[in-house]
Nanobody, 125 residues
């Protein structure tokens, strides 16, 4: 089992920045891929970004590409999501996810085995 705890959410104005963190604990040695997803009220949970622990390979959704950066600190078992130029449409609960596999479909929710509880990000206009 892998436990994931997100932090760093909050209220920010349009154009501002936030850095989310996802701390992993438990059987973290088996984790291969980490992802960030978000869910706005009344909408489905959507993919934001992903990173592979070993290679550092990253991939982003079109909606955040160029504004967000995902990174990892292997020593701390923590993955980060730096979000810049935030917009009101970025308002959502942001979730961290993990899988023991190097998935070819990191943008799919079904590719992940473990999920955090989420952290709220609110962008005011």
């Amino acid at each position: 089992q892998v436990q994931l705890v997100e932090s760093g959410g909050g209220l920010v104005q349009t154009g501002g920045s936030l850095k989310l963190a996802c701390a992993a604990s438990g059987r973290t040695f088996s984790s291969q891929t980490m992802g960030w997803f978000r869910q706005a009220p009344g909408k489905e949970r959507e993919f934001v970004a992903t990173i592979r622990w070993s290679s550092g390979f990253t991939y982003y959704s079109d909606s955040v590409k160029g504004r967000c950066s995902i990174s990892r600190d292997n020593a701390k078992n923590t993955v980060y999501l730096q979000m810049n130029s935030l917009r009101p449409e970025d308002t959502a609960v942001y979730y961290c996810a993990s899988t023991d596999y190097v998935t070819n479909w990191p943008q799919r929710r079904s590719s992940y085995d473990y999920w955090g509880q989420g952290t709220q990000v609110t962008v005011s206009s």
